[in-house]
């Protein structure tokens, strides 16, 4: 299933995008949402969504993940995503984590710090409940605004 849904980015990408850097920078970005639906969810409710949005002119592309996690998950994730999301230097912050989580087996936590550290993206998030919502976002600069998509 994975695979599937991160050949629908790519395509995405490929076709609303018209660098393929900044395509492959939401492409790493949504790989690492969708292996954390796999590994943290604890319903069968999981979702990820990608959208540009914006005007004439600016777009900001935007990767929403849901899903269900238990209350220990959630607890953990807001408190990681909240020193990530303050985080004045995310490079340096995500070398640290790197450093906290070498000698850890088992899980890293570390695509999250990557997709704002090497990926440049804006990560956000919404908890609700048991409904953890992940944001990564971050503007593009050339996008296929002129063409008109079908199929």
Same mark, same amino acid.
């Given at each position: 299933?994975?695979?599937?849904? @991160?050949?629908?980015?790519?395509?995405?990408?490929?076709?609303?995008?018209?660098?393929?850097?900044?395509? %492959?920078?939401? /492409?790493?970005?949504?790989?690492?949402?969708?292996?954390? @639906?796999?590994? /943290?969810?604890?319903?069968?409710?999981? *979702?990820? $969504?990608?959208?540009?949005?914006?005007? $004439?002119?600016?777009?900001?592309?935007?990767?929403?993940?849901?899903?269900?996690? *238990?209350?220990?998950?959630?607890? $953990?994730?807001?408190?990681?995503?909240?020193?990530?999301? %303050?985080?004045?230097?995310?490079?340096?912050? /995500?070398?640290?984590?790197?450093?906290?989580?070498?000698?850890?087996?088992?899980? %890293?936590? @570390?695509?999250?710090?990557?997709?704002?550290?090497?990926?440049?993206?804006?990560?956000?998030?919404?908890?609700?409940?048991?409904? @953890?919502?992940?944001?990564?976002?971050?503007?593009?600069?050339?996008?296929?605004?002129?063409?008109?998509?079908?199929?």
């Amino acid at each position: 299933m994975a695979s599937a849904v @991160l050949r629908l980015v790519s395509s995405f990408c490929g076709m609303v995008l018209d660098d393929e850097s900044e395509s %492959s920078r939401f /492409y790493m970005a949504a790989h690492e949402l969708v292996e954390n @639906l796999i590994k /943290y969810s604890s319903g069968p409710e999981v *979702s990820i $969504e990608l959208a540009l949005e914006g005007g $004439e002119g600016a777009r900001v592309l935007v990767i929403r993940a849901r899903n269900e996690a *238990s209350p220990e998950r959630l607890r $953990e994730v807001e408190r990681r995503l909240s020193a990530l999301r %303050s985080a004045s230097d995310p490079v340096k912050h /995500y070398d640290e984590l790197i450093c906290e989580t070498a000698m850890v087996e088992g899980v %890293s936590g @570390l695509g999250l710090a990557r997709v704002r550290a090497e990926g440049g993206l804006d990560v956000d998030y919404t908890i609700e409940g048991s409904r @953890l919502t992940i944001i990564a976002q971050a503007p593009v600069a050339g996008w296929r605004g002129d063409e008109r998509f079908t199929g």
